[in-house]
């Protein structure tokens, strides 16, 4: 079983992704993950931002294991610098592999896999046995995401939060190549209506009942 889970930054698709993985003995890849692990190469790249840019798709056909567990993936400037990253073309083409790789071949011998992105529904997988599109308002998202950061220990203020978003959200979807945008397939969940609990339960009776 394949499933493919695209949405907005912080709407909940990572944590529905994972949820479901978990229930049905999939293996789980956070594609945003692997865009954040170039970000971070990146940034560590003895160059201004403009120029060390024209090395990420080169970083990205680079990534190591280290590179993908790295404990800075989920800063606010990765997250600013992954959607960036995320918009060159030759990246993504050198992401592609891995990818769909990982659906075909699951690590540890599972009977599928669950990957979460932007582009999974669409591009990645366009043949995925199901698919959804999480979405929510964009306030309650940043709020989540801002009582997220606190309770982590970052310091961020709600408006910069929200502001963040709305510009990766912006960049996602208008960049020319791979666009975020539900594939027409797929199933669309409200996440700012339901607690986790709920999302999850509401997303499971289109897997187990796909009428
Ligand atoms: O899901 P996330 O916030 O971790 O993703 C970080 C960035 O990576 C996001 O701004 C867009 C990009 N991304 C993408 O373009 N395609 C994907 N399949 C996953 C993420």
């Given amino acids: 079983m394949i499933i493919a889970v695209d949405g907005t930054a912080a709407s909940g698709k990572g944590t529905l992704a994972k949820r479901l993985a978990d229930h049905f003995h999939l293996a789980h890849l956070d594609t945003g993950g692997l865009y954040r692990a ?5 940034l560590r790249l003895p160059f201004p931002a403009d120029e060390a840019l024209t090395h990420a798709a080169s970083e990205a056909s680079q990534l190591t294991h280290d590179d993908l567990n790295h404990a800075d993936l989920r800063l606010e400037t990765t997250s600013a ?5 995320a918009s060159i073309p030759a990246v993504r083409q050198a992401l592609l592999a891995y990818q769909q790789d990982f659906a075909a071949n699951p690590p540890n011998h599972a009977s599928g ?7 999974i529904g669409t591009i990645i997988l366009p043949n995925a046995d199901i698919k959804f599109y999480c979405d929510a308002e964009i306030e309650i998202r940043a709020q989540r995401r801002h009582k997220e ?9 709600y408006a910069d939060i929200l502001a963040g978003i709305a510009a990766r959200d912006n960049r996602d979807m208008n960049r020319p190549v791979a666009p975020l945008k539900p594939a027409e397939d797929a199933i669309r969940i409200n996440t700012g209506k339901y607690a986790i609990d709920q999302m999850v339960e509401q997303a499971m009776t289109y897997i187990v009942s796909p009428e």
């Avoid at 170039?38 to 990146?42: D, H, M, S, Y």
């Avoid at 610098?81 to 990253?85: I, L, P, T």
């Avoid at 896999?113 to 582009?119: C, E, H, I, K, Q």
């Fill in 81 to 85: 610098m992954a959607s960036r990253v």
């Fill in 38 to 42: 170039v970000a971070l190469r990146v």
């Fill in 113 to 119: 896999a669950v990957l979460d992105g932007r582009d």
């Fill in 149 to 157: 950061l606190i309770s982590r220990g970052e310091t961020a203020t």
